[in-house]
Nanobody, 119 residues
């Protein structure tokens, strides 16, 4: 069983930056594919970024490419999402998710952290 706890959300002005963290319990975190998703009010959950178990491979949604960076520190059981040049349309609840099978099927989800970008 893995528990994921996100933190780092908040209110920021457009053009600003935030760094989200996702702390994971469990001894096998370093074998999991990890991703970030977000969900805005009235919208479906949206994939944001993905990072392989060793951090060597990443993928981003077009909407955040060049502005967001996903990274991980397996020694700290933590995955990060650095968000720069934030826009009001980035406002959403952000979730991290863990995929033990590396097939982009996420068995574990955090509770989410709110990010609000004011114009």
């Amino acid at each position: 069983q893995v528990q994921l706890v996100e933190s780092g959300g908040g209110l920021v002005q457009a053009g600003g930056s935030l760094r989200l963290s996702c702390a994971a319990s469990g001894r096998t975190f370093d074998s999991y594919l990890m991703s970030w998703f977000r969900q805005a009010p009235g919208k479906e959950r949206e994939f944001i970024a993905l990072i392989s178990w060793n951090g060597f491979s990443t993928r981003y949604a077009d909407s955040v490419k060049g502005r967001f960076t996903i990274s991980r520190d397996n020694a700290k059981n933590t995955v990060y999402l650095q968000m720069n040049s934030l826009k009001p349309e980035d406002t959403a609840v952000y979730y991290c998710a863990a995929d033990p099978s590396h097939v982009e099927r996420y068995d574990y989800w955090g509770q989410g952290t709110q990010v609000t970008v004011s114009s």
